[in-house]
């Protein structure tokens, strides 16, 4: 937990402490990312001011060493602060004051394993083979990887079940709501252009062109739909 308030960051620790997690906090961003990088992180909530680096920086830094969820937290309410948060590799985000009923529910969904079958196997379907144009992807659900030939692609974990999502319901239209829905299943914070930011930064990682990307296609005015060619 990255959160410079001495008093708010130890009251949501002792809450989070009693539900059972492991917290390792930090007052700077500079001591946030030596504990990324030395830790085994399974889920961050971020601040966004703080004194020195700010939290967009730490998110930058942090995304390239870790596909763990990273759910901000701020006083910065503002829709550009959101997509610039999301933007900079954020999963979700909690506008503070918040109540702690809402950051335990947003960290069980950012935590939540893939639901299981009957026979205990995880219930997430086949591997699925994407055709980017520049050699094929197989997006295997069950191992939780995306591979190109014997390369891995990285997925955060909201990026994951987003593919899923679509993977699942592949060559059908998926409206900005019901990924809402499937993806964010413990709520969002009612702005549909989440699905929009993460959406763009799938594209990055899946697409040839992601300016004219020929996997996940915008249906205009109404969602997306994966063509797996």
Known sequence: MLEDDYGLRTSLRLVLEQDGYTVVEAAEAVTALALVRSERVDVMLVDLMLG???GFTF????????TAPIIVISARDGARDVVMALEAGAD??????????EVQARLRAALR?????????PDVGAAVVLDSGHGPLVFDPAAATLRRGDEDVHLTHTEFK???????NSGRMMSRG??????WTDGHFGDERIVDVHIRRLRTKIEQDPGAPAIVLTIRGLGYRLDPQ
């Open 178 to 183: 019901s990924l809402l829905a499937r993806v």
């Open 162 to 168: 987003l593919l899923h999502a679509l993977t699942e």
């Open 113 to 121: 394993r893939p639901d299981i079958a009957a026979d205990g196997s």
């Open 52 to 54: 020195g680096l700010d």
């Open 59 to 66: 998110i930058r830094g942090a995304r390239p060493e870790t």
């Open 92 to 101: 979700d985000y909690v506008r503070k004051p918040f109540d702690v009923a």
